[in-house]
């Protein structure tokens, strides 16, 4: 452990002894030592800490450490953290996939949206049998508890949640939903590029995520942009207009009061030649149950939590770059809202 400008080496003698029981040639076991008993425990945690803020390369040069080792006392850092928190037991959980790498590789990861953080990683892929996997890890007792899961519409994690916690109920996360919205938008902007020509193009040239923004987060040329794209092109505007519209639909207490909004929001579309919106709407319609229990009040979740986990963990992964040890980005993304030790 350093101490000042100093590093501190011990130098200690540690007994083998032969066990008259079994015959094995055995080690003196020091508390204050790790398993491989080449550092201390607190060496071992001060090496842990300093990965939460920094990279692995940069902690083994700052300790003169080689990489490996600092890997390896990092993730048993990691191990630590996840051992004193125990076993899981979420009322509400969030669900996602994240791709691992190039080729549609995927993880599934289940959040503790109680909790705020992330309880488990693992699957083959983002398969109904992968989502499987999370509830045998968390036992039918457990399983019983839960009652709300927010997730995305895939088909695969609703199935499952249905037959191992069929008392649960399924919240569609509002996150993805707008995603879909916004795809949908993107499409009626190619098309309306594709429809015109000349100068009329120049407009709706390079502005999909002008588009895409809420209007309170640009500023300067961007929104100049987005005032001259919707005056000059009418239908942009309906579209764009119905979809900074359709957030308000989370903003209803009673499910009546939501259903009434999408309804008017569904007929607003009439004569408006918006093709990918009646798609969406018609998505919507199929999976309305899952919209409609944001309307009760004990499922008024946090539902930024997840999203902003997705951002988390694609920061862990830019900052591992070109590290393919799957064990410790789990480790990273299940420890990665834990206090220190």
């Not at 979809?243 to 909004?261: H, I, T, V």
């Amino acid at each position: 452990m350093p101490c000042a400008d100093h590093r501190i080496y011990l130098e200690l003698e540690v007994r083998r002894v032969d066990c008259r029981q079994c015959g094995a040639v055995k080690r003196e076991r020091l508390e204050f030592l790790v398993e491989n008993a080449l550092h201390t425990k607190r060496f071992a945690l001060y090496v842990g800490r300093r990965c939460r803020s920094g990279t692995i390369r940069d902690v083994a040069e700052e300790l003169h450490l080689d990489w490996q080792t600092v890997k390896r006392l990092e993730m048993d850092y990691m191990r630590e953290q996840i051992r004193r928190v125990g076993t899981p037991g979420p009322k509400v959980i969030g669900i996602d996939e994240i791709s691992i790498r190039k080729g549609q590789t995927y993880r599934i990861v289940v959040s503790d949206l109680e909790r705020r953080r992330p309880i488990w990683f693992g699957g083959d892929d983002r398969s109904e049998a992968s989502m499987d996997q999370f509830f045998r890890f968390l036992g039918k007792k457990k399983a019983k508890g839960i009652r709300l899961a927010v997730m995305d519409m895939w088909k695969a994690f609703r199935n499952s949640t249905h037959a191992n916690a069929p008392q649960a109920a399924i919240l569609f996360d509002k996150f993805h939903v707008m995603k879909h919205l916004g795809e949908a938008l993107d499409k009626v902007r190619k098309a309306e590029y594709a429809r015109l020509s000349g100068k009329q193009r120049q407009f709706i040239k390079g502005q999909k995520y002008t588009l895409l923004s809420h209007p309170q987060n640009l500023t300067g040329t961007a929104r100049k942009n987005l005032k001259l794209l919707l005056a000059a092109n009418k239908r942009l505007n309906t579209a764009y207009l119905l979809k900074e519209s359709f957030g308000q639909l989370w903003d209803y207490n009673r499910e009546p009061w939501a259903r009434k909004f999408f309804e008017n929001w569904r007929a607003s579309l009439k004569w408006q030649r918006l093709e990918p919106y009646e798609k969406f709407a018609e998505m919507i319609e199929r999976h309305w149950d899952g919209l409609a229990a944001y309307c009760k009040p004990e499922n008024k979740v946090s539902l930024g939590f997840v999203e902003g986990l997705n951002n988390k963990i694609r920061v862990m992964q830019r900052r591992a770059y070109g590290l393919r040890d799957e064990e410790y980005l789990r480790l990273k993304v299940l420890s990665s809202m834990l206090p220190q030790i």
